[in-house]
């Protein structure tokens, strides 16, 4: 089968994928429909991976990272389209094969993160060194399912239902490594991110571009999960509008991966990540500091006069007066500190823009003038032509 043609089959995953999400949504049995209708949402979202998995193996069939993406797709909806068979309170036939699959392919299938993170954008390892890497990932997480499938006792998480291969004797052995299991998938993405920034210093401009969307992705995700850690504390977010707006931050944090990743691999002349992480960077210092004042302000002044609307007036008032200040403290520390380069580039575009006031001998001008498109820009040659006056 040529390349080409199993590129076309890649397009299976998305409509497999739904088939599991419409699966999931009529076997589960909430009481509460509108909870019901948010899990539907969340699982959803791993059609963005099957998806993103089927354009990328339809237009690079040769690289891996498009099928991994495919089968995580799959395999998370397949995966709790059984653990709600599972946990059908009707006992339809099958239901311990559905417990046991799910509780040993479960866990250890998050070994396909670690190697989209160590193959990602080339589809090939590092080197030679980091592909057994990446071998001793599978096995370690092959090792951990064989111990969740033989390991006598109550399947995991299902409490109620007895392991059916389960083999006697063997628990003193086999609990360790079922226990263990979460501490070395750990390891594993603990590696596989050494793997990536590794790839990154030995990265040219392209690919090192390419690694900058997915580590954008991959921020997303991690503010997405504190942001939602934040909500947890101050508001209920199993009811209400709460339970749709915690929902939406984790699937879009969750959907970020693929969709980085597949800007990354299928553009050829990326986007100029660096505005974006640039803009993220301050725009998402800037919410933190000002909802902070914000917060801080309400307390102080709630305390002083008690709550009252004057108090809120006031402290918004506060608040927007801030905004152009901060940001542009913000922006000019994030510059200083992420991005040197242009930094220093603007700040001698400033100097340069001081003396040009004050400055009126025309040789001593295109001398500095000169000099500082070497500094900024840094041609392989500056020339300046002055035209003449008539």
């Not at 094969?97 to 160590?118: D, F, N, R």
């Amino acid at each position: 089968m040529s390349w080409e043609r199993a590129g076309r089959l890649a397009w299976i995953a998305p409509p497999l994928t739904v088939a599991f999400v419409a699966a999931f949504y009529l076997i589960a049995d909430y009481p509460d429909k509108g909870s019901e209708g948010v899990e539907v949402f969340f699982f959803l979202t791993f059609l963005t991976y099957a998806v993103v998995g089927a354009l990328v193996a339809s237009r690079r069939p040769r690289n891996p990272v498009g099928w991994l993406f495919c089968g995580v797709g799959i395999y998370f909806a397949g995966s709790e389209a059984l653990y709600a068979y599972a946990r059908d309170p009707s006992e339809p036939p099958g239901v311990e094969a559905a417990a046991w699959i799910h509780s040993w392919t479960g866990e250890p299938a998050a070994v396909a993160v670690v190697l989209l993170v160590l193959l990602f954008p080339t589809g090939h390892f590092l080197s030679r060194r980091w592909r057994l890497a990446g071998l001793g990932a599978v096995i370690a997480s092959a090792v951990w399912a064989v111990a969740l499938a033989f390991d006598p006792g109550p399947l995991r998480p299902f409490d109620g239902i007895s392991n059916p291969l389960g083999i006697d004797g063997t628990g003193a052995v086999l609990d360790p490594i079922a226990g263990f299991g979460p501490l070395g998938l750990l390891g594993c993405i603990l590696l596989a991110v050494a793997g990536a920034i590794a790839r990154f210093r030995r990265a040219r401009a392209h690919e090192r571009q390419q690694l900058k969307w997915l580590a954008l992705g991959a921020a997303y995700l991690v503010a997405v999960l504190l942001a939602t850690v934040v909500l947890l504390l101050l508001v209920d977010t199993d009811e209400g509008v709460w339970d749709f707006v915690s929902a939406l931050l984790i699937c879009s944090g969750i959907a970020a991966l693929p969709v980085a990743a597949a800007i990354a691999i299928l553009r050829e002349r990326l986007y100029d990540i660096d505005v974006v992480i640039n803009r993220a960077l301050v725009y998402g210092a800037l919410t933190a500091t000002l909802g902070g004042a914000y917060l801080a302000i309400v307390l102080v002044v709630g305390l002083a006069i008690g709550e009252s609307d004057v108090a809120v007036a006031g402290s918004t008032l506060a608040v927007a007066a801030l905004f152009r200040p901060a940001r542009a403290r913000i922006q000019a520390a994030v510059d200083r500190r992420f991005f040197r380069r242009r930094y220093d580039a603007a700040q001698t575009l400033a100097g340069f823009g001081a003396r040009l006031r004050d400055q009126v001998e025309l040789g001593t001008l295109s001398s500095e003038l000169r000099s500082v498109v070497r500094e900024t820009v840094q041609p392989a040659h500056v020339s300046l032509w002055l035209r003449s006056p008539r």
